[in-house]
């Protein structure tokens, strides 16, 4: 490429205004975050109200996002508004919406207003991420998102394992950030823009420079860390079990949602020129080849090391990056349908993943662990809360008519589809394993639930009003898992009309 | 109007739920005679046309990926149904006595019931492997939680091998759908598939759907689960869910892809003559009641596949008329072994059951048996015959070697259903010495002090184990002497599926 | 612009006092380390003619906020690290994976058709960098650079929350 000029001022002025308004989701979070953060302050240290001012803040936030223009895309990219942005800052906002609940009932949560504060900046970073097509934008979203996330990982002080959790992920989360500013900026030497889709422009004119390609790998390194793909996953486990049960949730799935999003663009839009092939005859240098082998990777490591597990949250946590690998297979076939079956996935799994949590929240105030002896008897216990997990847990393994179930069966045809020939033909059957290997997994913990002598008395029961807040999640997650089972168009149909 | 099977089912399942426990067995038992009788006055109806796979409801569903909410019937799904509604009636009759946690039980049996009856109905493809799948589940639960003998073992086993059946079927109804571009099984079926996506994707689909059929060397699962299960799920395992299998394997992998069947259909001949032949030899050393039982319910759906890989009008219809049968038949058996036998002794092993002189105790527990084994071992006037007569008929004309092969395994069957006959019902307890002889670990001070335990405990036989053996009974004598009430019915509609033509 | 020469020297006096900061067990020889660390950086900064960052470098990171380190750790009166063992066999590993890493990373890049190619000379930029950088900062990257202040507020309640000590 030839000489390159650096970045020229604009020049075309956006009024303050015009960026506030546009910017209005965001915004508001930053101010009820903020408002948050002062009651826990000042007021006394009642977990209820900071938390429905959470809740009416974000709210208002899914209001506005709902009102935003259909299109508008601010300083090359930095801020795009989009159906598709507008959708997932929903979705986002949704899950956000969903922890909050669960960070209230948690009992020994001290300051919650703190805890809530976090909460919502890292929203933020998930609204930053999920709205921009520019690298600039999403690598700062990340470290909005990354610190947020590593405070909330270390939050609860009592308990050793929670700062090891906190220690651990800012490590390899920090490690993370540097592998993919690394390859922003070789992806930037070269091209010399940021903006995706320029990027994109620029590669298709001529042959892919090697440091670009040094540049994609470092790039999805840094992301397979934030999606825990195998062999990026080793802060998983620790943080999933030690973290405060609310930040493992929202780490599990907001976090996660949000970085498939912009995994998607920056794959699909950004280097879609350098998209290589995954057939098992023809394979071809690019990125596919290299998501393929991440998520067949995955899928087999998380699974297998996840039968071993005797700890429901280390469970969850190596069937995280078991289904981190199902949902890469709609990256890997790329196109329309291939992206629009990842999003499908990652927000059910993301819905389910918060209600599992939510389960397990109960069952470690009641019991005080969440080994699998601790759900031991949980049907006769508390028979919804044992119904809720079953629907969750068998979800997430595949089965009908939960979400899981077609949600599998999306990704699994997109990727049978693409790749000319039934050429990912491979990928699918080792995802078809993986999931069978899962069940067995699933089983075992409704196995505990369901079968096993209640083995552990109840020591703890939680105040009234926490429990039904609790309760109330549980049963709202539990339906949504069951109705985008039964009747998924209206989710499916939302994402595929605004893929663009 | 047959689709309401599938409304009550699931309904009277939701009920079960909410309503208190004492209420539980009732509705379960409304719920699946309202069931039968809507199949019933389906089956009389003359206005229905069961000569093709003709739409009962369609209703979009998921637009976007092109599934449809699409359910149609003909004559081999109404047999089908006809044998689901039997069964489930009589498992339910004979788990009248499910005192502990019977809302759960009853929810997870109608689940699997109402399950079987979307697979029977279901004319879009997607929508007959979610029913397909949904019946796994309860299938654990009610192993796990109710079952006997090493139930937690034989319940994953049993799931792990459905859903591994289930993983093949996914990804056979994948390449269809990918391949044909739609759901709809009737399109689909005129869809010219390649033939090299039939190579594979064939057995594959065939495979997936027989493991729940129980075909060798996939078989395992089967005795094992029915041994674990409670004698309602072993009815129901038998009867239905073993049907699931071959059924959809004849409605989904032979019809969608003939080619492929005709490139595979020796090989699976093969593996099911050496199921029918396998299983019965090992039945034939077992010493556990259900344990026999449950691998004659392998050797007998042996039958089914080597029916189906027959490809022609007697060795498919002769299948169909096969799995009814052997729905009827094997529920029978489970529910003299299960609840008859093992609820009032306590043993199911044969030596323990030959000192006991059950034949005294339990009259009406020997009369079913007796009527039960003749069923199975094809005795003329019993529908086990009608069926198998039909197949081997389908067998001579297309793999005449095989004949001899499957004569030779039914009269392993004959002779291990006599054995297990003998040992159960009608041994006094006076060739104890040959007994010993024969299993060396049992003393007969064992034998004698078990027998005296037992002959105490022994309770008659209640009323709704008889309404239900009866109910069985009458369907295996009626098809026995009049099959022509079904084969009238399943010949047309296989007549219409194209891999005949 | 600088001579090669001049490129390595300041170059590998940045590594090796990045890695002194890592090994020295006296917490004030590491801060002075990364000091050092940040001149060459710095130096990197002014060879590439980015005059208005490289002192930035100087100013900010080794003067000010190194300042505020090493007075942070005089003031908690830090000792030598306790000498604990060295897993050699993991810091082996590790090195083995980082030199796979490189290894692969260069015999990947050497296939590529462009690779022997020198790099395009870069353009050269305005004199009065700092005012570009100004404009940019207010007119393209307004919105980044206000993000950043959200950044800092999350690293500033994070560092509070994490550092109080909680009372029972």
Not at chain 1, 398 to 426: Q, V
Not at chain 3, 58 to 83: K, Q, S, W
Not at chain 3, 134 to 157: D, E, K, M, R, S
Request: with cysteine; aromatic share 12%; hydrophobic share 60%.
């Amino acid at each position: 490429m030839s000489v390159r000029p650096g970045p020229q001022p604009l020049n075309l002025f956006v009024s303050y205004l015009d960026l506030l308004k546009l910017a209005s989701p965001e915004a508001i979070i930053v101010l009820i975050a903020l408002a948050v953060l002062t009651i826990g302050l000042t007021g006394d240290r009642s977990r209820t109200f900071p938390g429905i001012v959470a809740v009416v803040g974000i709210v208002i936030a899914i209001w506005t996002t709902m009102r935003l223009p259909q299109h508008a895309n601010l300083f090359g990219g930095m801020l795009v508004i989009s159906p598709l942005n507008s959708l997932f800052k929903i979705v986002c906002l949704a899950l956000a919406l969903a922890t909050v609940p669960l960070a209230v009932s948690e009992k020994s949560m001290r300051n919650p207003g703190e805890y809530l504060a976090m909460l919502l900046l890292g929203t933020v970073g998930l609204l930053l991420l999920v709205g921009s097509e520019e690298l600039l934008m999403i690598f700062i979203g990340l470290e909005v998102l990354g610190l947020s996330l590593y405070v909330m990982a270390a939050f609860d002080k009592t308990d050793a394992r929670s700062a090891e959790a906190g220690l651990k992920y800012f490590l390899f989360g920090s490690t993370a950030s540097a592998f993919t500013l690394f390859g922003i900026s070789l992806v930037y030497g070269i091209s010399g823009t940021t903006a995706l889709n320029v990027i994109g422009l620029k590669l298709a004119m001529g042959s892919i420079p090697p440091l670009f390609a040094v540049g994609i790998v470092m790039t999805l390194i840094g992301f397979a860390f934030k999606i825990a793909a195998a062999p990026f996953h080793l802060w998983a486990p620790d943080v999933y079990q030690g973290a405060p049960i609310p930040s493992a949730a929202f780490i599990a799935s907001g976090s996660k949602v949000a970085a498939f999003v912009v995994l998607g663009k920056i794959v699909l839009v950004g280097f879609a020129p350098a998209h290589g092939n995954a057939a098992w005859h023809s394979m071809l240098p690019g990125w596919s080849p290299i998501l393929a082998a991440l998520a067949a990777l995955s899928i087999l490591l998380g699974n297998f090391v996840a039968l071993a597990q005797t700890n429901v949250r280390r469970l969850l946590a190596y069937s995280a990056v078991a289904h981190a690998g199902y949902t890469l297979l709609g990256l890997v076939a790329g196109g329309r349908e291939g992206f629009s079956a990842t999003l499908f996935y990652t927000t059910i799994y993301a819905l389910t993943l918060i209600g599992a949590f939510a389960v397990v929240g109960i069952v470690k105030r009641e019991t005080g662990g969440d080994d699998f002896q601790n759900f031991a008897g949980l049907a006769s216990r508390s028979p919804f809360s044992a119904a809720c997990m079953s629907v969750f847990m068998l979800s997430l393994a595949g089965l009908p008519p939960l979400a899981g179930f077609f949600g599998k069966f999306y990704l699994f045809s997109a990727a049978f589809r693409a790749g000319g020939n039934h050429g990912l033909l491979w990928l699918v059957v080792v995802a078809l394993f993986g999931s069978f290997v899962s069940l067995y997994y699933y089983l075992n913990v409704l196995k505990a639930i369901f079968v096993d002598k209640n083995a552990s008395e109840t020591r703890h029961s939680s105040p009234g009003t926490h429990r039904f807040v609790a309760n109330a999640t549980i049963a709202v997650l539990a339906a949504s898992v069951v109705l985008l089972g039964v009747l998924p168009d209206a989710l499916a149909e939302a994402i595929a009309k605004s893929v663009p | 109007m047959i689709a309401w099977t599938i409304y009550l089912t699931f309904a009277g399942a939701v009920i079960v739920l909410l309503l208190p426990r004492a209420f539980a067995r009732w509705i379960a038992l409304l719920a699946a005679t309202a069931g039968f009788v809507v199949t019933l006055v389906t089956f009389f109806r003359p206005d229905v046309d069961l000569g093709h796979f003709t739409t009962v409801v369609r209703v979009p569903w998921i637009p976007a990926l092109g599934m449809n909410y699409h359910l149609a019937l003909d004559g081999i799904s109404l047999t089908l149904i006809l044998v689901t509604g039997l069964a489930a009636i009589s498992a339910i009759l004979f788990s009248w006595d499910v005192s502990e946690r019977a809302k759960e039980f009853f929810f997870w049996l109608l689940l699997v019931v109402g399950g079987s009856y979307g697979v029977f109905l279901s004319a879009d493809l997607f929508l007959l492997f979610l029913f397909y799948e949904l019946v796994i589940v309860p299938k654990y639960f009610l192993i796990a939680i109710f079952g006997s003998t090493n139930k937690e073992y034989g319940a994953m086993k049993l799931t792990l091998y459905s859903f591994f059946g289930g993983a093949l079927v996914f990804l056979g109804v994948i390449a269809a759908y990918v391949a044909g571009g739609s759901f709809d099984i009737n399109q689909l079926s005129q869809f010219q598939f390649p033939s090299q996506l039939q190579w594979w994707a064939f057995p594959v689909l065939f495979l997936g759907f027989a493991v729940l059929a129980g075909i060798w060397p996939l078989h395992t699962w089967a005795p094992t689960g029915h041994v674990a299960a409670p004698t309602a799920g072993s009815m129901l395992l038998a009867g239905i869910v073993m049907k699931l299998g071959a059924y959809a394997a004849l409605r989904v992998a032979m019809n969608l892809f003939p080619e492929g069947f005709r490139m595979w259909r020796t090989t699976f001949a093969v593996l099911a003559v050496i199921g029918i032949v396998y299983a019965a030899a090992v039945a034939l050393r077992q010493r556990d009641l259900k344990f026999v039982i449950g691998y004659s319910s392998v050797s007998h759906m042996g039958f089914v596949l080597l029916g189906l890989t027959t490809a022609n009008v007697f060795g498919v219809s002769g299948a169909v008329l096969q799995m009814f049968s052997h729905g009827v038949i094997g529920a029978l058996l489970f529910a003299v072994a299960g609840t008859m036998i093992y609820r009032r002794t306590h043993t199911r092993d044969l030596d323990a059951l030959a000192a006991m002189n059950l034949r005294r105790a339990l009259p009406f527990a020997a009369f079913t048996f007796v009527v039960a084994s003749a069923a199975s071992m094809g005795i003329p006037g019993f529908s086990g015959f009608a069926a198998e007569i039909t197949i081997l008929i389908g067998v001579w004309k297309a793999y005449p070697a095989a004949v001899w092969v499957v004569g030779a395994g039914m009269v392993l069957v004959a002779a291990f259903t006599l054995r297990a006959l003998k040992r159960s019902f009608f041994d006094d307890g006076l060739g104890s010495a040959a007994l010993s002889a024969a299993a060396p670990g049992l003393s007969a001070g064992k034998i004698s002090e078990s027998s005296r335990d037992g002959r105490a405990a022994l309770a008659p036989i209640t009323v709704p184990e008889k309404v239900g053996a009866a109910l069985l009974m009458f369907a295996t004598v009626a098809v026995g002497f009049y099959p022509k009430i079904l084969l009238d019915r399943i010949q047309p509609a296989v007549e219409a599926m194209r891999f005949l033509r | 612009m600088m001579s090669p020469f001049l490129f390595w020297i300041f170059a590998i006096l940045m590594l090796v006092f990045g890695a002194a900061v890592i090994i020295n067990r006296n917490p004030v020889a590491s801060a002075l380390s990364l000091v050092v660390s940040f001149f060459g950086l710095a130096a990197l900064f002014l060879s590439l003619d980015a005059y208005f960052i490289g002192v930035i470098q100087v100013l900010v990171y080794a003067g000010a906020i190194m300042v505020l380190f090493l007075f942070i750790i005089m003031l908690l009166d830090l000792r030598a690290e306790e000498l604990r063992k060295i897993n050699w066999i993991a810091s082996a590993g590790g090195i083995a994976v980082a030199l796979a890493l490189m290894f692969q990373i260069f015999s990947v890049v050497e296939k590529f058709p462009a690779a022997k190619q020198s790099f395009p000379p870069l353009a050269k930029p305005a004199p009065d960098d700092v005012r570009q950088i100004g404009l940019l900062l207010f007119n393209n990257y307004t919105l980044p650079f206000q993000i950043i202040g959200i950044v800092i507020l999350v690293a500033t309640v994070g560092v509070i929350i994490l550092s109080r000590r909680e009372t029972r």
